[in-house]
């Protein structure tokens, strides 16, 4: 998510946005453009890139079915109070910051936790020494045949 100059939190992946604007290729950042400017940039397939509301009302009628997490990219120091505060389900958490009391608070409250990006055989390896859930990586065919390697 990311805030437009005039304040409006939209949901896009990149904090830069790369688009034809007026015929001519262009490379903005989002916090450097309202809202209004926002939708002279289209996503690939036309679409203009949606608002946080947007987003949220456009998944309410499957809302309880989708699983909820944090996205956490240092080491926190309480991830079973955070995760029981918003009532999430899962734990993204960046691969380096992992270690045995993050998975073990997580997991006291039920909460997967989910490496992100590991895309190294000794990651994989500590990451499965440390019984996390599920692994994001930019090499999905390598781990989807990686012989697991507990060390």
């Known amino acids: 998510m990311h805030a437009t100059s005039d304040g409006i939190v939209v949901v896009h ?5 790369h688009a034809r604007h007026h015929q001519k290729p262009s490379r903005r950042k989002i916090a450097e453009v309202s809202l ?7 996503l ?3 679409a203009r ?8 009302d456009a998944v309410k009628a499957i809302f309880p079915a989708i699983r909820t997490g944090i ?3 240092s080491r ?3 991830p079973a109070a955070a995760l ?11 691969v380096d910051s992992i270690d045995q009391g993050i998975v073990e608070s997580a997991h006291s409250v039920r909460a997967r936790v989910i490496a992100w990006t590991a895309n190294e055989t000794k990651q994989w390896d500590r990451l499965y020494a440390l019984g996390v859930d599920g692994i ?8 989807a045949t990686y012989h697991w390697q507990v060390r």
Not at 86 to 94: C, I, K, M, T
């Open 44 to 46: 690939a397939d036309g």
């Open 136 to 143: 994001c990586t930019d090499r999905i065919a390598e781990l």
């Open 36 to 42: 209004a400017e926002l939708a002279d940039f289209p």
């Open 71 to 73: 996205l956490e990219n």
């Open 84 to 94: 029981s505060d918003v009532s999430a389900e899962d734990l993204w958490q960046e």
């Open 49 to 56: 890139i949606p608002t946080l509301t947007e987003t949220l």
């Open 76 to 78: 926190h120091v309480d």
């Open 13 to 17: 992946h990149d904090p830069v946005i």
